[in-house]
């Protein structure tokens, strides 16, 4: 004699395909917004270098200046016209490669800055999907407890857990919490 199957059983089944399906594209978002968010780490990591770089470098020009203008100081009255000039145009020339190296340092520290808020973003993002992945899987597991002990109150706590596995999805994308 064939036991008769109950209808909620049939709407347990689809949403649970559902809630999985919900699952893997939460899982696959996770890893594509981490991975994102170590690429962009990696380059603002870079991009931090490169400014320590030019800073190194700056500083070393802004000392050999420092000297040379201790040196005219020092000398300036009896220093013949020639030497004097010489120092001023090594002095104007450590001044201007100075400011360009100030300049790029602005410019990497922006693309750095951005990088990190690009990281910071991604990040959101993987941990709202991680949250519904979480969520989504236990709402898997309650509704296949459900299903194997016939018990609708276990499959409604899921169903809750599914809803907010959901809101938790879209939450993912748009960031709206």
Not at 33 to 41: A, D, R, T, V, W
Not at 134 to 162: D, F, P, R, T
Request: no cysteine.
């Amino acid at each position: 004699m064939e036991e008769k199957k109950e209808t909620w059983l049939n709407y347990l089944a689809l949403i649970t395909v559902i809630i999985a399906l919900g699952a893997t594209l939460s899982t696959l978002r996770v890893g594509s917004f981490s991975s994102g968010s170590i690429l962009k780490q990696t380059q603002a990591s870079n991009q931090w270098s490169y400014f320590q770089a030019k800073s190194i470098k700056s500083s070393l020009y802004e000392i050999q200046k420092e000297e040379l203008e201790f040196e005219l100081n020092t000398i300036g009255q009896t220093a013949s016209r020639d030497v004097t000039e010489k120092l001023e145009k090594k002095i104007a020339s450590y001044s201007q490669r100075i400011k360009r190296y100030d300049d790029e340092k602005a410019a990497i520290m922006s693309d750095a800055k951005k990088l990190e808020a690009e990281r910071d973003l991604g990040t959101r993002h993987s941990q709202a999907f991680g949250l519904a992945v979480i969520l989504l899987q236990l709402a898997i597991l309650l509704s296949s407890i459900a299903a194997l002990m016939k018990n609708k109150s276990v499959w409604v706590l899921g169903l809750l857990l599914g809803g907010l596995g959901i809101v938790a999805f879209a939450n993912g994308y748009w960031l709206f919490l």
